[in-house]
């Protein structure tokens, strides 16, 4: 298969060496010069859970020059979604199928501004703690799941299809008929652990063993919770705090990416994840006190790198 992966940061290097590997026709796309640049002279090598490989495949900042795929993944922050989505179209052909794995809620939305909703299939990506060591150099602490859906409708053929090409790669993949369900249950993990452990300077193990930055962890995931709850979410669990404990307890030495962007002083997807929290609670009628206060700290903190440099 020919696949493109649009957004080849800690996530996407994951995804695109190891399909790569296992057979595929495999396109790096990303605007990060050094890393593109590393990946075509030396290969990409990813490290951790899934082994140590260091795998060749061609890599560009140019969609023009990949041509029609038959996969497309994008894979950049949720902040880039949007303009990711409107690259594509020297990417598609009449069968193309766009596959996108964010954090935080909103994607589907703004790459349907681009693209045919029809095309387009959600991915949830669990417990794999990903962060760059290098460019050309990507390291992940677990590997727990890829969770697979149709945008619209239920289990397909093509969705089957385009699992199996994962679970030939190496991927613990599953097919489900409510992929919302499954975002909205990842959007809980990243609000319990991207904005406090960026706030605190914390790995998520450090969260949860102390009490002080745990309390406002698990309250920014009920928060987040409740809105879910709400609007109509048909959550597989009733206790979001035991349901975060358990998934941070799996990733304990994760940086999650939001704190990895601070450290390099960069913005993060914070208006995607604790952000958003105040946004669908405000049509849920409910309340998101903790989470608009790590906001709004994310957010001053993103300012001062404007400032500073």
């Not at 949860?208 to 809105?227: G, K, M, T, Y």
């Not at 109509?232 to 990416?257: A, E, K, M, T």
């Not at 997807?269 to 700290?297: F, Q, R, W, Y």
Request: hydrophobic fraction near 45%; glycine fraction near 10%; charged fraction near 25%.
């Amino acid at each position: 298969m020919k696949i493109a992966v649009v957004g080849t940061g800690a996530m996407g290097s994951v995804y695109a060496a190891l399909l790569a590997d296992a057979g595929n026709d495999v396109w790096a796309i990303d605007t990060w010069a050094e890393h593109i640049d590393v990946i075509r002279r030396e290969g990409l090598r990813v490290e951790g859970a899934s082994g140590d490989r260091t795998v060749s495949l061609s890599a560009t900042d140019d969609p023009e020059e990949v041509g029609s795929c038959d996969l497309v993944i994008i894979a950049t922050k949720a902040s880039g979604v949007e303009a990711a989505a409107a690259s594509l179209p020297p990417l598609l052909g009449d069968d193309t199928v766009v596959l996108t794995i964010q954090n935080g809620l909103g994607a589907a939305e703004r790459i349907c501004r681009h693209i045919e909703a029809d095309r387009v299939l959600l991915g949830v990506a669990g417990g794999f703690g990903a962060a760059m060591r290098a460019p050309g150099h990507a390291w992940h602490n677990g590997m727990e799941m890829i969770r697979l859906g149709e945008l619209e409708g239920e289990i397909s053929e093509r969705l089957e299809g385009v699992a199996r090409v994962w679970r030939d790669a190496g991927f613990n993949v599953r097919c489900f008929d409510d992929i919302e369900q499954l975002v909205w249950e990842k959007f809980v993990c990243n609000v319990a652990f991207s904005g406090p452990c960026t706030v605190f300077h914390s790995t998520v193990g450090e969260l949860l063993d102390n009490p002080h930055i745990w309390q406002v962890s698990r309250s920014c995931a009920e928060e987040a919770f409740l809105a879910g709850v709400a609007l109509g979410v048909n959550f597989s669990f009733d206790d979001p705090v035991d349901y975060v404990r358990d998934f941070g307890g799996r990733i304990r030495q994760s940086r999650p990416s939001m704190l990895q962007d601070h450290l390099a002083r960069r913005r993060s997807e914070i208006d995607a994840i604790n952000g958003m929290v105040p946004v669908v609670a405000e049509k849920a009628g409910t309340l998101a006190p903790h989470n608009e206060t790590i906001s709004a700290i994310v957010r001053y903190q993103e300012e001062r790198f404007d400032r500073e440099g």
